[in-house]
């Protein structure tokens, strides 16, 4: 197969790349040039910012698959090479519905309004919604549409997936104690990027079309956060705050600064990461256990050096402080 990657040289478009290199297609990657592409890959540098861009691509392709979240950039890809590439991949995101209350929705559930003016960062879950439907204009049933959850494993830099094995394999208060969210009610729902490239690259050589829930069963946060503590062999005391006690101490959730990455407050977020995979699963997409995924991205995150700027999650201070906070009113 040749295949076509629209990015792959950074995080994910990276894992796509290798994985179909690894089954043997011939790949070119189309992207600014900043990175390298993976060995065995084509590069073309490009800014899809042009339009005529798309023509230093040579001849046809058997499939493409695009992560962006542009939709001028997804609307251009599709609409140059239409009559050049068979089949059509779009990476999209979960976080195009609109209600996120809801547990166990499928792929039918409604979505946004879309948007395609362009990108903001605030309106990702539009713009995602603006490429998904300009990819199935054009290709209808040769389209794929993935709608991944959260995606963790080692190249993970949002920070959201390698804070918490991080935390607990480096406290960073005098005693070694570490605040976590008493969330009982709040899940996680994530995919190693190594599983969803997979996955991808399989799908797109069985020409397989739809739109999926690309992720894995859900799992408590507290049931994740346990796991992260066996994995970093974490022995020391969590020091656990409820929901009204972190929204009185202005913590954020989910991901930013003084944050607690993964938790969402309840019962406004109990949809948001309990989304049905049973299409998916139906369709091939295989996971591997969350344990692994875990260690990997905490190998990678030691590797990559504890002490670089967070994107996500509490400062030191921060910790220490709210720490001091929890136990004075406690």
Same mark, same amino acid.
């Given at each position: 197969?040749?295949? =076509?990657?629209l990015?792959g040289?950074?995080?994910?478009?990276?894992?796509?790349?290798?994985?179909?290199?690894?089954q043997?297609?011939?790949?070119v990657c189309m992207?600014?040039?900043e /990175?390298?592409?993976p060995?065995?890959?084509t590069?073309?540098?490009?800014n899809?910012?042009?339009?005529e861009?798309?023509s230093?691509?040579g001849?046809?392709f058997?499939a493409a698959?695009?992560?962006?979240?542009v939709?001028?950039?997804a609307k251009?890809a599709?609409?140059?090479?239409?009559h /050049?590439v068979t089949?059509?991949?779009?990476v999209?995101t979960?976080s195009?519905?609109a209600?996120?209350?809801m547990?166990g929705?499928?792929?039918?559930? +409604?979505l946004?309004?879309?948007y395609?003016?362009p990108f903001?960062a605030?309106k990702?879950?539009?713009?995602k919604?603006?490429?998904?439907?300009a990819?199935l204009?054009?290709y209808g049933?040769?389209?794929l549409?993935?709608r991944?959850?959260?995606?963790? &494993? !080692? &190249?993970?830099h949002?920070?959201r997936t390698g804070?918490?094995?991080?935390?607990f394999a480096? !406290?960073?208060?005098?005693?070694?104690s570490?605040l976590? +969210?008493?969330?009982?009610?709040t899940?996680?729902?994530l995919?190693d990027?190594?599983d969803?490239? @997979?996955w991808l690259?399989?799908a797109?050589?069985r020409g397989t079309?739809?739109?999926f829930?690309t992720?894995?069963?859900h799992?408590?946060?507290?049931d994740? =956060?346990? =796991?992260?503590r066996e994995?970093a062999?974490?022995?020391?005391e969590?020091?656990?705050?409820?929901q009204?006690w972190?929204?009185?101490?202005?913590?954020?959730p989910?991901? &930013?600064?003084r944050?607690?990455p993964?938790w969402?407050?309840? +019962?406004?977020?109990?949809g948001?990461?309990?989304?049905?995979?049973?299409a998916?699963?139906?369709?091939?997409?295989e996971t591997? #256990?969350?344990e692994?995924?875990?260690?990997?991205?905490?190998?990678?995150?030691?590797?990559?050096g504890p002490?670089?700027? @967070?994107r996500a999650?509490?400062? #030191?201070t921060?910790?220490?402080?709210l720490?001091?906070?929890?136990?004075h009113? &406690?």
């Amino acid at each position: 197969m040749r295949l =076509l990657v629209l990015g792959g040289t950074a995080w994910l478009g990276g894992e796509i790349v290798s994985a179909a290199l690894q089954q043997g297609h011939d790949v070119v990657c189309m992207a600014r040039g900043e /990175r390298p592409a993976p060995d065995g890959a084509t590069l073309v540098a490009a800014n899809r910012d042009d339009p005529e861009s798309y023509s230093a691509l040579g001849g046809t392709f058997d499939a493409a698959i695009d992560v962006t979240m542009v939709p001028a950039h997804a609307k251009g890809a599709v609409t140059a090479l239409r009559h /050049r590439v068979t089949d059509w991949a779009l990476v999209s995101t979960c976080s195009v519905y609109a209600q996120e209350d809801m547990p166990g929705q499928d792929e039918s559930a +409604p979505l946004l309004a879309p948007y395609d003016g362009p990108f903001e960062a605030e309106k990702y879950g539009e713009c995602k919604v603006a490429c998904e439907q300009a990819v199935l204009a054009a290709y209808g049933d040769n389209a794929l549409v993935a709608r991944p959850g959260l995606i963790t &494993g !080692p &190249g993970d830099h949002s920070d959201r997936t390698g804070y918490w094995p991080l935390r607990f394999a480096h !406290p960073v208060t005098d005693d070694g104690s570490v605040l976590v +969210p008493d969330a009982p009610d709040t899940s996680v729902q994530l995919i190693d990027a190594r599983d969803l490239a @997979r996955w991808l690259v399989v799908a797109t050589e069985r020409g397989t079309g739809g739109v999926f829930n690309t992720t894995t069963e859900h799992v408590p946060l507290s049931d994740y =956060l346990a =796991l992260a503590r066996e994995v970093a062999g974490y022995d020391g005391e969590v020091v656990a705050v409820d929901q009204q006690w972190i929204t009185d101490h202005n913590i954020q959730p989910w991901a &930013g600064e003084r944050s607690l990455p993964l938790w969402l407050p309840q +019962p406004e977020y109990a949809g948001f990461a309990t989304r049905s995979v049973a299409a998916a699963r139906a369709a091939g997409l295989e996971t591997r #256990p969350l344990e692994e995924s875990i260690r990997d991205t905490l190998a990678w995150e030691l590797r990559t050096g504890p002490g670089r700027p @967070r994107r996500a999650g509490l400062s #030191p201070t921060d910790e220490r402080d709210l720490i001091a906070a929890a136990r004075h009113d &406690g």
